[in-house]
Structures are given as structure tokens and as C-alpha cells.
């Protein structure tokens, strides 16, 4: 899409966001919107993070995922320094319009900075009853080196 | 789990909280972390919502997910009215662990109160170049009449 010519609808009535046809995103007190991506092919969950009205916009032109990074307030276009760039392929919304999900076809060797191919790397132990709750790695192992890849 | 018993690890340093086989979620100013839920069999995306930390405890001593609801502000046991339960089958968080992903099997005929299965039953028309941007309805149809379950 033309980026100059990408707008949100306006968020009326709760029926109305709920039942047109209109993409009128809910931004936080923060001006924020939560993402999560999730791959286009095996369905896995990649990370959550979170667009400005400014970022989905450019996700939107671009056909690539753009968040706006909390820590360092500033848009952050994903893979700009690892080359790990999300091709976006569908992006969905919910009831309310207040959370987005995009469908990516993730560049590069993984979308977390730890070295992995998804953020979520890590299960909750729920039946083991440990204090604290204890957490298990998944098979989601390491795939490639994140020093070399974004420096120390 | 046995409820009295579930705590969360003390977030430490940025090393430990990517590596360590500890939960120790993160709660935003609001006390509150996002959570996904998937359903467990499909994979697909079923609601976003939000829980602190008393929600994410019940969740993990009662198997069925437990929300907070940010617009009533209480804690929300989700099919405590409308008996569309979800059975929690499995937790992920993610690297910094300040996001939850549940794989439910959800009871009854579907997560939304709209009446549908999924929360996430529209897609951002990407190449339409509509303004305001447009959105097209998925499959994810009516698969119950929300006046009938949740009343008026």
C-alpha cells in the first residue's frame, strides 16, 4: 500500500468496531498496540511486541513488520540491524480492534535475539508444583550465534 | 498446582531472565502482562486479554484460563458465564517474559462473545489500499448466538 495514503478508520460504537468492515485500531494510553507474530507457514508463535499508529502504518506500506521499541522509544524496524526481517503475509485484528496478529515469513535464522527462532522458547512446568514455578526449554533451541549477528 | 503455593521468581539480571528455568513474569505499571490464547489442536489464534499476577496464579492452580478484565477491573474466570471454558494445556512466555502464550481446548461453542469461535476473525486487506484501510471477515463464522449465552 501507498504509505501517504494509509489511514484508521475512527473508533465509534462497540457494534460498529466489532462488525464493519473498517480498520480502526485502538492505540493504549501509550499510543500502543500489542503485535504478536507468529509464522505464516508452521503457525508457531515468533514474539509480542508493540506498534505506534506510526509503525503499523509503515508495516503496512512496507509489507514488513515495524514496532516501536518500549525500551528505546523509537520505531524499530525488525531485522534493519540482523537481516531477520518479517515478510508480512496477513495481519488480523480482534473483536474490539485493541491487538493485532501478524502472519510472517521470518527472514534469517530466527526472530529472537537470544539466538532462537521464536521468543517463546520456554514452557511453564504446571504439573511439578515448584516454588518458584519452574520453566523447561522447548526444542526451540539455538539456531544461530546472536554475537555475531547483532555484535556484543 | 496447588494455589497457596505458586510463586514467580524475582526478576533479576537481563542474562537470567532469557536463561534461567524460572518464571518470573513481568507485570506492566497497571500490573498486568498480555496473554495469547491458541487454541491447542488448530494452533489458531483465539483472544488476547490480560492478567496480573493473582489471574496468572488461579490459571495455573485451576488448569482453566483466568483473566483480569481491564474495563470491569476484576478478576474474570473466562465461561464463568458463558461456559466456554479453556482448558489449559500449555504455557509459553518469552525471552524476557513479559508476555504469556496459552494453548487452550476451548469448551462450548467458541472464545468471542460475538458468537464466534476466534476473537481474530477479520484481516487487514493488504493490498486493497483503502482509505481508511479495510477489513475483510474470515470463515471463523457465527457459531453461537451471544444473546443466547451471554443474554442481553
Redesign the interface.
Known amino acids: ?2 504509505k501517504a ?5 475512527t473508533r465509534e460504537d462497540k457494534k460498529a468496531l ?7 485500531p485502538k492505540f493504549d494510553a501509550d499510543g500502543l498496540i ?1 503485535a ?1 507474530a ?1 509464522d505464516a507457514e508452521t ?3 515468533l ?2 511486541a508493540y506498534m505506534n499508529a506510526e509503525s503499523l502504518q509503515q508495516t ?1 506500506a512496507l ?1 514488513e513488520a515495524v514496532y516501536f521499541s518500549r525500551s528505546r522509544q523509537e520505531i524499530w524496524h525488525k531485522g534493519a540491524t540482523s537481516g531477520h526481517v518479517q515478510k ?1 503475509k ?6 474490539d480492534q ?4 501478524l502472519y510472517v515469513e521470518q527472514l534469517g535464522a530466527g526472530a ?3 539466538g ?1 527462532t521464536t ?11 515448584t ?8 526444542e526451540a533451541d539455538l539456531s544461530f550465534d546472536p554475537n555475531s549477528v547483532y555484535g556484543k
Open positions: 500500500m501507498d495514503k494509509i489511514t484508521f478508520g466489532e462488525e464493519h468492515p473498517v480498520f480502526a500489542p504478536v507468529m503457525k508457531e508463535p514474539m509480542l503496512l509489507g508480512v496477513e495481519i488480523r485484528t480482534d473483536c485493541d491487538a493485532v496478529i529472537c535475539h537470544t532462537r521468543c517463546f522458547y520456554r514452557v511453564v512446568d504446571l504439573e511439578k508444583g516454588h518458584p514455578t519452574a520453566l523447561s526449554f522447548t
